[in-house]
């Protein structure tokens, strides 16, 4: 029967990867890839991990099963940097682990859909994995503009979804960071979220994949807190594969708000079975060596530093594009205002391709391009490549 099968289109992003390894050209820039990199093009294994898997090979006694909810140490020694001075608001909040962010969406997708919930609002454009999930699942999604021409978040868009949503509905939101256009809501903006999700009883399903790499890891926080502080309940998926660096690990967590206890317990028991038919377990070994972080006052602080140290150079090269004013007919200003990894750059597909072809610049067909990839070193040969195609 597997002759019914039909031949499937390849990962355009793996597409990239493979012409910009065969371009032999050794001033090629990768913008295509969406992990960090150095001012040396390396995406390097954090300290801090490195010591914690030094003390996992010398301490860890056994690779037993754990269980569908994972290493608990770790979800738990997240929480507070997650939800604040109290990381369970009164024994509302408790999660499990899963294969990294991406599992942490489709468990938090599929918890709303067994839960009854039909449609999800997106912003668009969004992480391109949230749509292939939610029609994976067999839930609705029904779109609205997250950004304007304006490069400002489309609040006005945002209220229409909300207001127009029933009952049953949910919304995912970017917890920050937003990939992949880097434009986040402000302080005010979450504000008025909260407020509209309260109102309309929206279920809130927050990705929060890039916390830290933003303005730090309290005020990337401050979206989630503020909309749980705000309603009865809600689902909060979350990766440490970009801010530990634990990409091939496949390290996040999910995390459930309740209204009580007894309704907690239901939704993590609904959790664990949906997890034990999916991937039984998750990977422990990069979960472990984030709670030997966590727990060690030192490791902890040479993570945040380390951390520090990523999000400043990525501020950095923002800087640097919005001096740099215009590129040809495009306005690089609004990138200095960004948050994270990514931005959308406005070009055409005829113009993605010049940049390929013409100047050895990869970046994916949306626009979307990995500010990590642009050093001192390239920028100013990036931004006269945008020049020379955009006229």
């Known amino acids: 029967m597997l002759e019914t099968l039909t031949q499937q289109p390849p990962d355009a992003l793996l597409a990239l990867i493979k012409l910009y390894n065969d371009d032999s050209r050794v001033d090629k820039i990768d913008l295509g890839v969406g992990v960090y990199r150095t001012g040396q093009g390396e995406t390097p294994v954090f300290g801090a991990i490195k010591a914690a898997e030094q003390k996992l ?27 604040g001075n109290d990381p369970t608001m009164g024994g509302r909040i408790e999660g499990m682990q899963t294969p990294g962010g ?22 668009n454009p969004s992480w391109p994995n949230h749509a292939q999930i939610l029609r994976d699942i067999g839930v609705e999604m029904q779109g609205f503009a997250h950004a304007g021409a304006d490069g400002a978040v489309d609040m006005d868009a945002l209220r229409a979804a909300l207001k127009g949503a029933a009952r049953g509905d ?68 979350y990766s440490c594969d970009k801010n530990f660096g634990l990409y091939r690990d496949r390290v996040g967590a999910v995390y459930a708000l309740a209204q009580d206890a007894g309704q907690l317990a239901a939704i993590l028991s609904n959790g664990h079975a949906l997890a034990r038919a999916n991937w039984s377990m998750p990977p422990d070994h990069g979960a472990a060596a984030v709670r030997l972080v966590l727990r060690d006052p030192q490791l902890a602080t040479m993570w945040q530093d380390e951390l520090d140290t990523m999000r400043e150079r990525m501020r950095q090269v923002r800087a640097k594009l919005a001096d740099a004013g215009s590129a040809g007919s495009l306005d690089l200003t609004p990138l200095g205002a960004q948050n994270g990894l990514f931005s959308v750059l406005p070009l055409t597909s005829e113009q993605i391709l010049k940049l390929r072809e013409d100047h050895g610049v990869y970046m994916a067909g949306s626009g979307r391009i990995n500010i990590a990839g642009l050093t001192t070193g390239n920028i100013d040969k990036f931004v006269a490549a945008l020049a020379d195609v955009t006229g």
């Open 102 to 123: 991406t599992g942490a969406v489709r468990l938090a997708v599929a918890l709303a859909a067994r839960a009854g919930v039909g449609k999800v609002l997106v912003g």
């Open 57 to 83: 090979v010398d301490e860890q006694d056994s690779k037993a099963y754990l269980g569908p909810e994972g290493d608990m140490g770790f979800v738990h020694a997240l929480m507070p940097y997650i939800f």
């Open 170 to 237: 949910a919304v995912l939101l970017h917890g920050c960071c937003h990939n992949p256009t880097g434009i986040d809501y402000s302080n005010e903006q979450w504000d008025e979220i909260a407020a509209l999700l309260a109102e309309t009883g929206v279920l809130p399903i927050i990705d929060l994949a890039y916390q830290g790499l933003g303005q730090g890891m309290e005020e990337d926080a401050y979206g989630t807190r503020k909309v749980l502080a705000s309603v009865p309940e809600a689902l909060i998926a």
